[in-house]
């Protein structure tokens, strides 16, 4: 028997992580339903894709809108022809309302039609360079975030496919995300050096967020999107560490203060790339480009990675935009069906047009 309103509204005294409400949701109400009327069907169960709860950042204030005990069910391909429709019926027929005080969701999907809808990605054909490097990098942490409750129909071979970054498409990634600090660098005590404070802290926090990024990608974790960055960078191995200088980057009162505070930021960057040991030990020097009264710290981290990058396709990437900024598009929020149309620019013809033009 289900729980009656009564049982629920007693089981409700403190907020539950929506992973956790919904592995019970699946525990006790889904899956003996399906072992009763499907008995035999191979099935995955899991919580993935969008939301607080995905990532497990989820609290109380969470649950005003779009938060609710859900699953989504993966079967076989033949299954979900077959049968799908029934299983829809038997669930929408007999499962209850609420659970534990709230509206319940659930869906159903075969694994490799969920990542083409999701993702526009054949997960059982081969990932290429440039789908990597179109996926949006927080519906990456997305689906492999989450948490699988149940496999037979091989759910998890498919998450760990995109566990992360190929080797190549990460050290691409990196030289990347340096590009992106160092010519930036000098320009927030230039903005500060006639008069606009507001500027060189603009400068400054951009700034401030690539090196988060840059820490992501040195860790090896895929950054979620705008709400949840800082909380996911807290978490980070080096979060504690770096926050209060960030901070100091960003708190800042003049150039002068921002820019002490960047070159320490720079340094402690530069010993955690030190300590991945990709490439040869590197040690920064604090330069004035142009003899210009603005210190900046370099090391050519860029040059350093780009030797160590094997894989042909990642190279003629690279040789096409050595300092970007095609690495910008996994940072964007936009349909899966679009990402057909940024695959073209990396189509060799494409590429030619854009010279000859």
């Known amino acids: 028997m289900f729980p ?3 049982e629920e509204d007693a089981a409700v005294t403190a907020f539950v992580p929506g992973l956790q409400l919904s592995r019970q949701f699946y525990e006790e109400l889904v899956r003996p339903l399906l072992d009763a009327e499907f008995a035999g069907l191979s099935h995955s169960a899991a919580l993935l894709g969008r939301g607080s709860e995905v990532l497990g950042f989820d609290d109380e204030m969470s649950t005003d809108h779009d938060w609710r005990p859900r699953v989504l069910l993966f079967v076989r391909e033949g299954d979900r022809a ?14 209850p309302a609420s659970f534990r005080g709230h509206p319940v ?7 490799r039609g969920y990542f083409l809808e999701q993702l526009a990605i054949d997960i ?3 990932i290429e360079a440039r789908d990597w490097l179109t996926f949006p990098e927080h519906g990456l942490r997305m689906f492999s975030a989450g948490e699988v409750y149940h496999d037979e129909v091989g759910l998890q071979v498919a998450r760990d496919r995109l566990a992360y970054y190929p080797r190549d498409v990460w050290l691409y990634l990196l030289i990347t995300g340096w590009w992106r600090v160092h010519p930036e660098a000098n320009l927030v005590g230039r903005a500060g050096a006639v008069g606009d404070e507001l500027g060189s802290a603009l400068i400054g926090s951009r700034l401030v967020s690539d090196l988060m990024r840059l820490c992501f990608l040195m860790e090896r974790e895929y950054a979620p999107y705008a709400k949840w960055f800082g909380t996911a960078f807290a978490t980070l191995r080096c979060g504690p560490d770096l926050t209060p ?8 009162g003049t150039w002068q203060a921002r ?19 990709l490439t040869e030990p590197v040690f920064t020097d604090v330069e004035r480009m142009w003899n210009r009264p603005f210190r900046v710290a370099w090391a050519d981290f860029p040059g350093l990675l780009r030797a160590e990058i094997q894989d042909p396709d990642v190279l003629s990437v690279a040789d096409r935009w050595p300092l970007g900024p095609v690495d910008q598009f996994r940072h964007l929020l936009w349909p899966a069906t679009n990402r057909r149309a940024l695959l073209r620019l990396f189509e060799p013809d494409a590429w030619q047009d854009r010279k000859d033009s």
């Open 4 to 6: 009656t309103s009564l």
């Open 105 to 111: 969701g659930y869906e159903i999907h075969t694994v």
């Open 245 to 252: 200088t960030l901070w100091s980057v960003v708190h800042a």
């Open 124 to 126: 059982d054909g081969e």
């Open 259 to 277: 820019e002490d505070a960047l070159l320490v930021a720079y340094e402690k960057l530069s010993a955690m790339h030190n300590a991945l040991r």
């Open 82 to 95: 077959r049968r799908g429709g029934e299983i829809d019926v038997v669930l929408q027929r007999a499962l």
